[in-house]
């Protein structure tokens, strides 16, 4: 099955992503982990997005879109997709749709972890301070969350008119997430 996980930046959406690697086997396909390997190999990719990204703006959709078709492959193999980050704009989600279509596939299942903007903005201030994420910083946060609500956000009513939208409390912790999760995976339905 593939799955987005859907929601603002710092939501929770690689933690998420990466227990569900480990516990189902599929592939995570974090359009962000890839920039920042895309930067830090020093690549003429990572040149190009490096200053965007510092910034908190959005990379091009045609470059991100390129990057996920390119692991489309490995994740049907693997029986699966968790999409982190990716799509964030109703390009994108288009773009996606054609990929998937285009391979007998599509998206199952999209869960939007809902999470207020001030815990995220305490999250996020907890988070610089430890690994000193320079995207965290305030300003570029600040500019993150301004591309969610304005491009991002306005891809819920495109996933609930196909029917696949669910809201999960992104607000507990770590564990009481993935339980909601778990549950919502493991309906009859998917
Ligand atoms: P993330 O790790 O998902 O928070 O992404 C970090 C940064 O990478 C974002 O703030 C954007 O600059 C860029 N980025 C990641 N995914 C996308 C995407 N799907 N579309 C545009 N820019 C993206």
Redesign the pocket.
């Known amino acids: 099955m593939n799955l987005i996980l859907f929601g603002p930046?710092?939501a929770g959406?690689?933690t998420q992503a990466r227990r569900l690697v480990e516990t189902r086997r599929m592939v995570q396909l974090?359009?962000?982990?890839?920039?920042?390997a895309a930067i830090a190999s020093g690549s003429e990719l990572g040149q190009q997005?490096s200053g965007?990204?510092q910034?908190?703006?959005?990379?091009?959709?045609e470059?991100?879109i390129a990057l996920?078709e390119e692991r489309l492959p490995e994740a049907e193999a693997a029986g699966g997709a968790i999409f982190?980050?990716?799509?964030?704009?109703l390009a994108?989600a288009q773009a996606l749709d054609i990929m998937l279509e285009r391979r007998g596939s599509r998206i199952d299942l999209v869960i939007r972890l809902k999470v207020d903007d001030e815990a995220l903005m305490q999250r996020v201030a907890g988070r610089y301070a430890e690994s000193g994420r320079p995207?965290d910083n305030p300003d570029?946060f600040k500019?993150?969350l301004g591309?969610y609500n304005d491009q991002t956000a306005p891809l819920l009513p495109y996933y609930e008119n196909q029917r696949k939208l669910l809201e999960v409390d992104g607000m507990g912790s770590i564990d009481a997430v993935a339980a909601a999760i778990d549950e919502a995976l493991d309906e009859p339905r998917w």
């Open positions: 930046p710092a959406k690689g974090s359009t962000g982990d890839m920039l920042r997005v965007i990204m910034r908190g703006g959005l990379v091009s959709d470059i991100v996920i982190d980050g990716f799509p964030r704009t994108q995207d570029s500019v993150r591309a």
